[in-house]
T-cell receptor, first 111, second 114 residues
Framework: QKEVEQNSGPLSVPEGAIASLNCTYS??????FFWYRQYSGKSPELIMS????GDKEDGRFTAQLNKASQYVSLLIRDSQPSDSATYLC???????????FGKGTLLTVNP | EPEVTQTPSHQVTQMGQEVILRCVPI?????FYWYRQILGQKVEFLVS????????KSEIFDDQFSVERPDGSNFTLKIRSTKLEDSAMYFC????????????FGNGTRLTVT
C-alpha cells in the first residue's frame, strides 16, 4: 500500500475557479501534514502545514484534514495561471521522521 | 527571507567518479536532510542529520553515500562511485525542529551521470 497517494491529474480549472486537490495516507498515526508546490524543474516550496482536524486558511489557500478518513485536501480559491504547478502532499509517519511525499497532482489554470 | 542554498546547480560526472553536493542550511535550523527526485518521479527521502550524526536513512542511502557537516555552515552529500541511476535532482532541506517541523528546500543540484 502506497504511503501517500494523490491523483496525478492533470487537473484543469479556469482562471478564477476553485481548485481542489486531494491526498490520502496510509499511516493512521501520522500527525503532521504539508502541502508543497513544485514548478517544473524547481524545488518544492512550502504552502501550508496542518496538524489538527479541520480547516486551516492562509490567503487563497485552505488546507483540510480528516484524520479519521486519512485524507488531506488543499483548496485554492480564485485560481491564477501562476498557480499552475505540481502540488505535493507530504506526511510525517508516526514511526519515523521521514517526510514522505506523494507523486503530486499537476494543476493547470487556464486563462 | 532566509533560504537554503545549494551548489552547484548542475553537475555532470562520469560513471564511477565521486561527487560532492554542497548545501548551506538556514542558519538557525538544527535538522538537515537530503532528498532526491528522479525525473518524472516523486521526491524521495535519503537521509536526515541532527547533532552531527545521521538520525535516519532510507534504503537508497547505501554505502556509496555519506553526509558530513564539515563546519558550522555547510552540509554535504558525497556519492563515492556514481552510477547511471544516480542521475537525479538532489535537494537539501533544513528545519528548525525535528518531526512535525516544516522542511525548507534548497533549489537543488541536478546530477547527470554519463
Amino acid at each position: 500500500q502506497k504511503e501517500v497517494e494523490q491523483n496525478s491529474g492533470p487537473l484543469s480549472v479556469p482562471e478564477g475557479a476553485i481548485a481542489s486537490l486531494n491526498c490520502t495516507y496510509s499511516d493512521r498515526g501520522s500527525q503532521s501534514f504539508f502541502w508543497y508546490r513544485q514548478y517544473s524543474g524547481k524545488s518544492p516550496e512550502l504552502i501550508m502545514s496542518i496538524y489538527s482536524n479541520g480547516d486551516k486558511e492562509d490567503g487563497r489557500f485552505t488546507a483540510q484534514l480528516n484524520k479519521a478518513s486519512q485524507y488531506v485536501s488543499l483548496l485554492i480559491r480564485d485560481s491564477q495561471p501562476s498557480d499552475s504547478a505540481t502540488y505535493l502532499c507530504a506526511v510525517v509517519p508516526s514511526s519515523n521522521y521521514k517526510l514522505t511525499f506523494g507523486k503530486g497532482t499537476l494543476l493547470t489554470v487556464n486563462p | 527571507e532566509p533560504e537554503v542554498t545549494q551548489t552547484p546547480s548542475h553537475q555532470v560526472t562520469q560513471m564511477g567518479q565521486e561527487v560532492i553536493l554542497r548545501c548551506v542550511p538556514i542558519s538557525n535550523h538544527l535538522y538537515f536532510y537530503w532528498y532526491r527526485q528522479i525525473l518524472g518521479q516523486k521526491v524521495e527521502f535519503l537521509v536526515s542529520f541532527y547533532n552531527n550524526e545521521i538520525s535516519e536513512k532510507s534504503e537508497i542511502f547505501d554505502d556509496q553515500f555519506s553526509v558530513e557537516r564539515p563546519d558550522g555552515s555547510n552540509f554535504t552529500l558525497k556519492i563515492r562511485s556514481t552510477k547511471l541511476e544516480d542521475s537525479a535532482m538532489y535537494f537539501c532541506a533544513s528545519s528548525v525542529r525535528g518531526r512535525g517541523s516544516p522542511l525548507h528546500f534548497g533549489n537543488g543540484t541536478r546530477l547527470t551521470v554519463t
